[in-house]
């Protein structure tokens, strides 16, 4: 039992390895799966907005390069109409002042920088807002855009889904910043992190995408499949062995057996072939020996006679050799154990035995439960059972695999009781039915023949009888009658 | 060569029956037969010097047949033995002969069978005992013979003439031709081809030179 125990720990052990390590690996590819998407969505949402900003560098030398006079059409304030993200456009000739406004002195000085620096200067951003100016100094007039970072998203070709997607995507200078997509940020095990400047040296804002992963996301389902399978094949496995284990027994049991039974039938052989071959050694010597003296010239009678009675003699004992034998083979425990059994108990028994051989066939039993108390000798009654059902066990095998049934009952008849076995197997063949108790008669490929003749014996000496007919299930019926006990027949 | 005896069979077997009755087969052909119930006793008093053969039973209480007949080979007895068994197997056929049996039959055995191998047991036995008695008369002649008698043999049956043994030994030819005439009287042979097959072997064996 504690081997037992211990041996399938094992099993559960190896079952707990096997699961954790595959759910690691495929947790540790999944994990690296989402980190690659992570980075490919945040290079595309870099080289999108990139380009994005990029354009207004272009708008600005655009404006700068044409110049339009300023008390001419001004084309320049059609552009809010043609792009949203630009919220308007504002202009500074060389001999005006920057319009009024909230922003002139941030504008003055961006204009300032970027006569310096010759590319166009961020200012006033207000990136919590998605709001800034892009100034470009020139000659003769200098000009502003004030952007709309929310209008700016290039949504059509955004990688992700903005309400469902995980990641949060801001656009950040400093400490201040403005969210592109809130993602679900929370905290989790797993942190995946991008971070990447605008491609656009005027217009220096950080890219950064972050994202956390929980546990949620773990792929589980393939995990609990993969440890499921391990389960599965683990207990294949141990099934396997268990089976091969159970035949190697099975064969040994056998081999044992037989060679218990060829020993005994061999030691059986010697001593027989020994007890009959001295008498008949003496009743041919004998023989010979009194034709030899008749053969002589005068002819021994009174000598030949002699032998002739000696070798009679021997033949007798040749005779009681076999009879001795013949009684000890017929009559192997005297008919003083008789006793009440309950009849029922002994099939509940039987059956209980034979259970692995009935759930292998497939076999359906009808069991009675009628109490019949018969004066039997328990073990050759168990022993009559027992091989009325494997018998019948046997026969079904040649049933189809749905039809397979077998019944026992009981009941009592007069002062008898009795118990039926019947299957629906092919039954036997009406021209073997007075021969199937003969010893030495077997309609089973291989069978020695011995079982029934042996049960039909048994029951014999209990005073009861066996007798084998064709069934109402198909089959074949074998009824043992016993006398009920004292008292219990009523 | 002593008085000829008659053969004795010797029947070992522990059952009555058997024993009555092939001891009567037996004496049909007009063998005596010695019947003997116990192996043991067999072994004990059994006539050594007689001449005959043993029929024994394989299967017996106390020591079994094999073991008896290993005894008595052992002992360096001559009888053959003839063996009986009830239940015969390759096996057992087959230790039999190599303990030395001169036959192995199986019961119930055919008086044929049975007589001719009692038969024949007891020509070998007594063809056998007749080469030994030889032997033994022609030994005690041989011890008879003086040194240079023996040395004259040793060169005959080599195939030395008169003339040359004369000149080995350096004596006359008249001596060697007298030492010749002795060797024939004493040996009790009438022809050279009788001395020559009789005494060889143990001119050889004295070693003369």
Redesign the interface.
């Given at each position: 039992m504690e081997h037992g125990w211990r041996s399938r720990g094992a099993w559960w052990l190896a079952w707990a390895l096997l699961t954790a390590a595959g759910g690691v690996w495929l947790a540790r590819a999944e994990l690296a799966r989402l980190h690659e998407d992570f980075d490919t969505d945040g290079r595309i949402v870099h080289r999108l907005l990139s380009q994005q900003v990029v354009q207004y560098d272009a708008v600005l030398a655009t404006l700068a390069l044409l110049a339009p006079a300023a008390d001419g059409p001004r084309p320049e304030q059609r552009l809010p109409a043609i792009n949203p993200a630009i919220l308007s456009v504002v202009r500074h000739d060389r001999d005006r002042p920057w319009p009024d406004g909230p922003h002139a002195e941030a504008l003055t000085q961006a204009e300032a920088r970027s006569r310096t620096l010759r590319r166009a200067e961020v200012a006033a951003p207000d990136l919590p807002q998605g709001r800034y100016l892009l100034v470009l100094a020139a000659e003769p007039t200098s000009f502003a855009l004030a952007i709309d970072l929310a209008a700016t998203i290039p949504w059509r070709d955004w990688p992700m889904d903005p309400r469902q997607s995980p990641v949060r995507v801001r656009v950040e200078q400093g400490d201040r910043a403005y969210t592109v997509q809130p993602g679900r940020f929370a905290d989790g095990p797993w942190t995946f992190a991008f971070r990447k400047t605008l491609a656009a040296q005027s217009q220096p804002f950080d890219v950064v995408a972050e994202r956390t992963v929980g546990w949620i996301e773990l792929p589980w389902a393939r995990i609990a499949g993969w440890s499921i399978a391990v389960g599965l094949a683990l207990a294949a496995l141990q099934a396997w062995l268990r089976q091969r284990a159970a035949r190697r027994r099975a064969e040994e049991l056998l081999r044992l057996g037989q060679a218990a039974r060829l020993n005994t039938l061999g030691e059986l052989g010697a001593g027989l072939a020994h007890e009959l071959n001295q008498p008949l050694t003496a009743v041919l010597a004998n023989a010979q020996a009194a034709r030899r003296l008749l053969d002589d010239q005068p002819p021994e009678i009174d000598a030949a006679r002699d032998a002739m009675t000696q070798a009679a003699a021997q033949a007798r004992r040749a005779a009681e050799v076999v009879g001795r034998l013949r009684r000890l083979v017929d009559q192997p425990r005297g008919p003083a154990d008789l006793q009440p059994v309950a009849l029922q108990e002994v099939v509940h028994g039987a059956l209980y035995l034979l259970e692995p051989e009935r759930q292998r066939r497939g076999v359906a039993v009808h069991e009675a439960d009628a109490t019949v108390t018969v004066q039997a000798d328990p073990v050759a009654l168990e022993q009559i059972v027992h091989n009325l059902l494997v018998n019948a066990l046997q026969a079904l095998e040649a049933a189809p695999a749905d039809g397979r049934r077998l019944a026992v009952e009981t009941g009592r008849d007069g002062a008898n009781g009795w118990l039926a076995v019947d299957d629906s197997g092919p039954g036997i063949p009406p021209e073997a039915l007075p021969r199937v108790f003969e010893p030495f008669f077997s309609t089973r490929e291989g069978g020695l023949g011995l079982g029934l003749s042996l049960c039909e014996s048994l029951a014999g000496q209990m005073g009861g009888t066996l007798s084998a007919g064709r069934s109402a299930m198909g089959g074949a019926r074998f009824e043992l009658r016993l006398p009920l006990a004292a008292g219990a027949a009523a | 060569m002593n008085a000829p005896q008659s053969p004795v069979i010797h029947l070992v077997d522990d059952?009555e029956?058997?024993r009555?009755?092939?001891a009567?087969?037996i004496?049909?052909?007009g063998l005596r037969v010695q019947p003997w119930a116990q192996p043991q006793a067999f072994l004990d008093h059994f006539d050594r010097h007689a001449v005959g053969a043993v029929v024994m039973d394989v299967?017996m209480p106390g020591i079994g047949g094999l073991a008896v007949l290993q005894q008595l080979v052992a002992q360096g007895v001559d009888l053959p033995v003839i063996m009986?068994t009830?239940?015969g197997t390759v096996e057992m056929c087959r230790r039999a002969f190599k303990a030395g049996a001169a036959e192995f039959l199986e019961?119930?055995?055919?008086?044929e069978q049975?007589l001719e191998a009692v038969q024949q047991a007891v020509r070998q036995h007594v063809a056998s005992r007749e080469r030994q008695q030889a032997d033994q008369t022609a030994r005690e002649r041989f011890a008879q013979l003086s040194e240079r008698e023996r040395e004259v043999l040793g060169h005959i049956a080599r195939g030395l003439t008169n003339k040359e043994i004369a000149r080995v030994l350096a004596l006359s030819p008249r001596t060697v031709e007298t030492h010749r005439a002795n060797l024939f009287a004493k040996l009790g042979c009438e022809s050279l081809v009788q001395l020559i097959r009789r005494y060889a072997a143990l001119a050889e064996e004295a070693g003369t030179p």
């Open positions: - | 059952d029956a058997v009555d009755s092939l009567l087969l004496g049909t052909i299967r009986l009830g239940h019961k119930p055995v055919d008086d049975l």
